[in-house]
């Protein structure tokens, strides 16, 4: 039996539900947690299958998984009926965490579907999208420590969480149209989709909008629109500085 220690951008990135899924591919049992610093796996097996499982490890790790190092340790044997994911427990050390990630084309896809129950939902993510810095309060990223621990799962949401073969599987900011948060006029009575219309009314009208995301405030204008750019530099107190713009996309 093994006792490996990963280091590196392990966490965030969907990593513990790839190694439970790589374990129970080469019929492994043991366990898997984050560690605050690292993640630590407990591997059981035959010698062929446990050789392929620390090799593919690196090979097959999630596209936006960054391995440093990986120290194995064999280890005495204890007795594992299966393969699973554990609670995490804290240790001091290096830390390196997850950026937040752009939406996936998945996502994208159901973000448009008129079928699907997350369908224009702006908070929608998955394992391989979606906020993962912004949102932490503490290590190691588990949902409690971050903050969507404010918004318990449904039950929908909750079957995705643990299904190993659904992409939301152990996806800690996991939410839907239903349990998430919600957008909102705060000095309005719009929610929802009718919250952004409203927003887009303002921009257009020359107006500055502030929008609370989830890393701070963001003020939006019309980018095309002198008078509301003047205004903005004139509130921000920023006479030359270039503003960041926002697009469709490159060729908008």
């Known amino acids: 039996m093994y006792r490996i220690k990963i280091y590196g951008i392990v966490q965030g990135v969907g990593f513990r539900p790839f190694v439970a899924r790589l374990a129970r591919e080469h019929n492994i049992l043991g366990t898997v947690a984050n560690k605050g610093s690292y993640v630590e796996i407990f591997a059981k097996g035959d010698n062929d299958a446990l050789s392929k499982f620390k090799d593919e490890l690196k090979t097959r790790a999630p596209v936006r998984a960054a391995i440093l190092s990986m120290d194995i340790f064999e280890t005495i044997d204890a007795d594992f009926i299966d393969f699973s994911i554990i609670e995490s427990a804290k240790e001091y050390g290096k830390i390196f965490v997850s950026p937040d990630i752009a939406i996936c084309e998945d996502c994208k896809k159901e973000l448009f579907d008129k079928d699907n129950r997350?369908?224009?939902?702006?908070?929608?993510?998955?394992?391989?999208?979606?906020?993962?810095?912004?949102?932490?309060?503490?290590?190691?990223?588990?949902?409690?420590?971050?903050?969507?621990?404010?918004?318990?799962?449904?039950?929908?949401?909750?079957?995705e969480y643990f299904d190993e073969t659904d992409r939301r599987y152990d996806a800690q900011p996991v939410c839907c149209n239903s349990c998430g948060p919600e957008v909102y006029i705060l000095d309005g009575f719009e929610r929802g989709k009718a919250a952004i219309l409203k927003a887009r009314e303002v921009i257009k009208k020359g107006g500055i909008v502030a929008v609370k995301g989830i890393g701070g405030f963001h003020l939006a204008c019309d980018a095309n629109n002198f008078d509301a750019v003047k205004k903005l530099r004139e509130r921000k107190r920023r006479p030359m500085k270039p503003f960041a713009l926002m697009a469709k996309d490159i060729a908008t």
Do not use: Q, V
């Open 118 to 159: 997350r369908y224009l939902h702006p908070f929608i993510n998955c394992t391989l999208c979606g906020p993962r810095l912004t949102i932490m309060e503490a290590m190691p990223y588990d949902r409690e420590r971050t903050s969507m621990g404010d918004f318990p799962m449904c039950k929908e949401c909750e079957s």
